[in-house]
């Protein structure tokens, strides 16, 4: 057997790939098509920007950045929410269901009763459930690389990829906490339920973290959405550290879901 549950789970998302792709790019689309629009306004929004309290810019649209710039306004607009939403949920409800599903519907007896061994298995479902953020990353990139230049959005393509794989990671590393604790429980709800929660509560942390100096330095250093740049990341770019954390987080992730996996007793 050659990668087969891997090939079996991706085809399993095809689905969900070809709506999020779609709904992801048609979007990103709409706001590219709408940037002539906002650059012929810009005194105006200019006004408006300067008119904000410093640390809502800085949560917002990113510290120091020129909303009105190519790199600035499609920061905001595609980093800040969307891009970031959509490869979460994502990320959060494929990992969730990826091996709690299959005892859920009643087919893990089939899948352990091939030759394959358990920690392959968890990394093949594991691996099929996180690839299509990728995708959908790779979209949206093809669409501002062929789609930006003529509406003005001239960007670093080399910037938005990692900006992109930065965003992808973020994704991957919610997907991931789902997967582990789902796996280790048996539970959909409960796996895609904390991580979804805790997405929540860092990306309200690094808002807060924005507007409250205190807390700057702790939101900065525990949040993922500060690690991948966040609505800042096309002018000012992915911190390389907060790129290696992203890295990092869905192996140890990975990892413990193989050990937990490879112990549970699944008889009960």
């Known amino acids: ?11 399993d998302h095809r689905r969900s790939l070809i709506g999020c792709t779609v709904g992801g790019v048609l979007l990103a689309l709409m706001y590219v098509l709408f940037y002539p629009t906002i650059r012929s306004g810009g005194a105006g929004i200019e006004a408006l920007l300067k008119s904000m309290p410093k640390g809502f810019q800085s949560a917002f649209i990113g510290g120091g950045v020129d909303y009105l710039s190519p790199a600035g306004y499609l ?3 595609l980093f800040s929410i969307l891009v970031p939403g959509l490869l ?4 959060v409800l494929a990992g969730g269901r990826a091996l709690a599903g299959e005892e859920q519907d009643g087919t893990i007896d089939l899948l352990l009763s091939t030759p394959i061994r358990r920690g392959r298995l968890a990394a093949e479902k594991a691996g099929g459930a996180m690839l299509p ?23 670093s393509l080399g910037g938005l990829a990692v ?3 930065a965003v992808a990671l973020l994704g991957t590393g919610f997907g991931m906490l789902a997967f582990l604790i789902s796996s280790a429980t048996g ?19 690094n808002i807060i973290g924005a507007l409250v100096p205190a807390l700057t330095g702790i939101a900065n250093a525990v949040s993922p ?17 907060g790129l290696g954390l992203l890295l990092a987080c869905p192996i ?5 879901s193989l050990l937990a996996y490879e112990r549970r007793d699944l008889t009960t």
């Open 88 to 91: 979460l949920v994502m990320g």
């Open 163 to 165: 900006a992109l794989l």
């Open 225 to 241: 959405f500060h690690w991948d740049g966040g609505s800042g990341v096309l002018a000012n770019g992915v911190p390389w550290s």
């Open 187 to 205: 539970s959909v709800g409960l796996g895609a339920g904390i991580a979804g929660a805790l997405a929540v509560a860092m990306y309200a942390l």
């Open 75 to 77: 920061g905001t607009e």
């Open 1 to 11: 057997m050659h990668a087969d549950v891997l090939r079996r789970e991706l085809l």
């Open 252 to 256: 140890v992730l990975l990892s413990l």
């Open 133 to 155: 953020l990728y995708v959908v990353a790779a979209a949206l990139w093809a669409l501002v690389a062929l789609a930006g230049p003529s509406q003005g959005l001239d960007v």
